[in-house]
């Protein structure tokens, strides 16, 4: 088991920046970041693994950089040139074993 703890998000101008954090409570392989906006299933925006193999959802390509950090089990979400359509709920996730496990969850509200 891993427990997930989200922080950095909030409400922000459109073109601003955010950086979300994800503490894990134990090193894990794989790691990414999804949301969820009002009404919608919740999407990838970017997963990680420990050897720094990245993979993003399109709509973030260019803007969003994932990043982590092995010796603190954190993994990172830069989020720059925001947009209100990246209005949502950010969720940090980890896979174990197959085992998907995830965040409480932090609100990131952009404006127009």
Do not use: H
């Not at 979400?77 to 998907?100: G, H, R």
């Not at 932090?106 to 404006?111: A, I, L, N, R, Y």
């Amino acid at each position: 088991q891993v427990q997930l703890v989200e922080s950095g998000g909030g409400l922000v101008q459109a073109g601003g920046s955010l950086r979300l954090s994800c503490a894990a409570s134990r090193r894990v392989f794989s790691m990414g970041w999804y949301r969820q906006a009002p009404g919608k299933q919740r999407e990838l925006v970017a997963t990680i693994t420990s050897s720094n193999n990245t993979n993003y959802a399109d709509s973030v390509k260019g803007r969003f950089t994932v990043s982590r950090d092995n010796a603190k089990n954190t993994m990172y979400l830069q989020m720059n040139s925001l947009k209100p359509e990246d209005t949502a709920v950010y969720y940090c996730n980890a896979v174990i074993a197959l085992e998907w496990y995830w965040g409480q969850g932090t609100q990131v509200t952009v404006s127009s």
